[in-house]
């Protein structure tokens, strides 16, 4: 099987949708796929292209044994709405000089078009399904726009919306099936098209399925590894969690535009027992996690249809978690006993529940770690998800011309 995966963001971009996209492609290579990647020219977080790639408008390459394809686009994490619109619309067109590659397109049997961002999405849609009519396969990540009214970036209701909206009608209503971050996302989307083929991709990693359960450190260790954006607000922790009068130290893993932030709050409180180390490599990250106790996965507020991929990068290694957030996220923690879950801002009820696990017996927290452990190998085996894509991705014809 021959497979084309389209996404604005990929390796070495940082972050869930690029770590996840790269792993699904390079999984179903390993599988026997030949796997292409369309995508564009890496330049998250920092809104400017690599260094290795400035100067290009396309560039090809291969890592791991997936072909990934790059194009030009408009680099910029500006706020102002014309740089974002020139931002989401240049790739869109860009990806149109992929089109001219025939023989390539003509070999694929399936076309997986990540979504957000809407408008590539559309892109890739009218291109693949459309013109060359291929079969095309939605892979969902953030129910838009709603996601965006969560967040409070648009009003619903408004112009921008109704046009966000139109998109995503037009794409639900061409794919020829669905993979969904979530069960919330899949229920949304069958609302739209009930008799198209769903199925849910969660974000795992791989990671080896042998841990060992934690013991508990004095004083215990809260860890958040990832992305310090707005919609998770470990800013607003830092200020309104007293961690050195809890007797809990905090470190956090990762950067964004909250970091500058957090340091500058760090540096006028020393002794406050929150600790930045900035960017660690993937590859070391798992090492560090098992310095830590527990994992706080947080939400700024409540996103429908989101759970963030820091609950699967953390239960693997028999850390329980600390969720702020409602939804399928927190019901998930709260089912299966691996946690204890907040509202996002109620600082109260975090800290809490930070207490909860600082006062928790050696015995009742090494119970906890096992279930994270059980949870993991029987719900979130990355390895077992891979092969029941492959199976997804057979159970269509294709609807070539």
């Given amino acids: 099987m021959k497979v084309l995966l389209v996404a604005e963001r990929y390796w070495p971009e940082v972050g869930a949708a690029p770590s996840r996209l790269a792993n699904m492609a390079e999984g179903l290579s390993q599988r ?5 990647v369309l995508t564009s020219l890496p330049n ?28 030009w686009i408009y680099a ?66 953030d129910i838009w726009p709603l996601t965006a009214v969560d967040m409070g970036a648009i009003r619903e ?30 229920d949304h989307i069958a609302r739209f098209i009930p008799n198209t083929k769903l199925f849910l991709y969660r974000n795992l ?34 200020k309104n969690i007293p961690f050195k009068d809890l007797g809990v130290e905090f470190h956090i893993f990762g950067g964004g535009k909250q970091l500058e932030e957090i340091n500058a709050w760090i540096a006028n409180n020393p002794d406050g027992n929150v600790f930045a180390h900035g960017f660690v490599p993937k590859e070391k990250i798992s090492k560090k996690l098992k310095e830590m106790d527990v994992s706080i996965v947080p939400l700024a507020t409540r996103i429908r249809g989101a759970v963030p991929s820091k609950l699967y990068d953390t239960l693997p290694q028999g850390l329980p978690i ?22 996002p801002g109620y600082y109260a009820t975090l800290l809490k529940n930070i207490k909860s696990f600082s006062e928790m017996s050696l015995s009742e927290y090494e119970n906890i770690s096992k279930r994270c452990l059980e949870v993991s190998q029987k719900e979130l085996n990355f390895e077992r998800q891979l092969d029941e894509t492959m199976e997804y991705l057979k159970d269509f014809s294709n609807k070539e011309s």
């Fill in 322 to 343: 600390l969720f702020c957030g409602g939804g399928e996220g927190a019901q998930f923690i709260s089912s299966r006993g691996v946690g204890l879950a907040s509202e």
């Fill in 44 to 71: 998250y977080p920092k809104g400017e292209i690599f260094p290795e790639y400035k100067g290009c408008v396309s560039k090809k390459e291969t890592r791991n044994g997936v072909n990934v394809f790059r194009y």
């Fill in 76 to 141: 910029t994490v500006s706020h102002n709405p014309i740089a974002r619109i020139l931002n989401m619309f240049s790739f869109a067109f860009m990806i149109w000089a992929f089109a001219f590659k025939f023989n390539r397109i003509k070999g694929y049997d399936r076309i997986i078009i990540q979504t957000p961002t809407l408008v590539v999405a559309a892109s890739a849609m009218i291109l693949f399904k459309k013109l060359y009519r291929k079969t095309c396969l939605l892979n969902v990540s």
């Fill in 157 to 186: 209701g408004s112009s921008s919306y109704k046009f966000l909206a139109m998109l995503e009608r037009f794409l639900y209503r061409n794919a020829d099936g669905v993979l969904g971050q979530s069960q919330e996302i899949l």
């Fill in 32 to 36: 026997g796929c030949e796997v292409d």
């Fill in 205 to 238: 990693q791989y990671y080896d399925m042998s841990a060992q359960p934690k013991c508990k450190s004095n004083p215990l260790k809260v860890v958040f590894c990832g992305m310090l954006g707005v919609a998770q607000d470990v800013a607003g922790i830092v």
